[in-house]
């Protein structure tokens, strides 16, 4: 009984490795043979000894047999777990590549214009002494400060004094950047951050808007209390987001923060000069 169970053993090993060598000429010869399925065979090849030094060694072919089928029973629960780590460490990763990815882009947002709009905008609400302390953000804050001051910001009242602003000035540098806008709008990055997405269709809105009229120094009243809320609008993304992104700095780029707190658009007295 057991010399007919050793020789189908046998010869199940030989048609396997004839049924792997015959794989291995076809990819071969189609030339598509690639490290995942090189590996695969190599695998395969490899169990396959392991199985008949087991044979040659100890004999005894119903232990082998008992063996395959456990190692088959188990390899489901096996692949499972695999799938389910591998799964997890893949999505940490990507989820990690995607927010660094995210970041550069707002930052390049605030290099580019997002720090000059804040700049301006401050420089025209004549409430922000109710909050400018807070917002001199400090080298040593915690995540609660940041937590605290941002709880500030979203529930201030922005108003900007609309006849206070040249809205000549304000068109041309939103114009000239007009294209940057686009180009972060067509970014797929940006589609899973909510907050930075909203706060460039607010400026992109306002910069629509003032491209639309033709003589931006003789608007009646109402016409600039419109442009004044758009104006809102884009101030109170910005000065979220700007809060959150000097948070990110602090945490992973203590150069780019310390540059950031030097050009605080909030600070009247900042200066990128260290003295």
């Known amino acids: 009984m057991e010399d007919e169970h050793a020789e189908r053993f046998w010869e199940i090993c030989v048609e396997l490795i004839l049924w792997v060598l015959e794989k291995r000429q076809e990819r071969k010869n189609m030339k598509i043979l690639n490290w995942e399925v090189k590996l695969g065979i190599s695998l395969i090849v490899f169990s396959l000894g392991v199985y008949l030094l087991k044979f040659f060694t100890l004999g005894d072919p119903m232990n082998t047999y008992?063996?395959?089928?456990?190692?088959?029973?188990?390899?489901?629960?096996?692949?499972?777990?695999?799938?389910?780590?591998?799964?997890?460490?893949?999505?940490?990763?990507s989820k990690r590549e995607r927010l660094e990815k995210l970041?550069?882009?707002i930052g390049t947002f605030f290099s580019e214009v997002g720090t000059e709009l804040l700049t301006y905008f401050s420089d025209q609400d004549p409430g922000l002494d109710k909050i400018r302390e807070s917002l001199i953000v400090?080298?040593?804050?915690?995540?609660?400060e940041f937590a605290s001051v941002s709880n500030e910001?979203?529930?201030?009242?922005y108003q900007v004094e609309a006849r206070r602003i040249a809205l000549k000035t304000l068109h041309q540098l939103l114009s000239a950047k007009?294209?940057?806008f686009l180009r972060l709008l067509e970014n797929p990055v940006l589609l899973e951050h909510e907050s930075f997405s909203e706060l460039l269709r607010a400026v992109f809105h306002l910069t629509e808007e003032l491209d639309r009229r033709k003589d931006l120094d003789r608007l009646p009243d109402s016409d600039i209390q419109h442009i004044a809320s758009d104006i809102n609008r884009a101030?109170?993304?910005?000065?979220?987001?700007?809060?959150?992104?000097?948070?990110y700095l602090k945490k992973n780029y203590p150069y780019l923060f310390s540059f950031a707190l030097r050009t605080n658009p909030f600070d009247e007295s900042s200066t990128p000069i260290i003295s």
């Open 66 to 93: 008992y063996y395959v089928f456990n190692a088959i029973g188990f390899l489901p629960i096996n692949v499972l777990l695999v799938t389910l780590i591998l799964n997890k460490l893949l999505t940490i990763r």
């Open 103 to 105: 970041n550069m882009v």
């Open 138 to 144: 400090r080298g040593n804050w915690s995540d609660k």
């Open 153 to 157: 910001l979203k529930s201030y009242s």
């Open 178 to 180: 007009r294209d940057f």
């Open 235 to 247: 101030y109170e993304h910005l000065a979220v987001q700007w809060l959150s992104y000097m948070q």
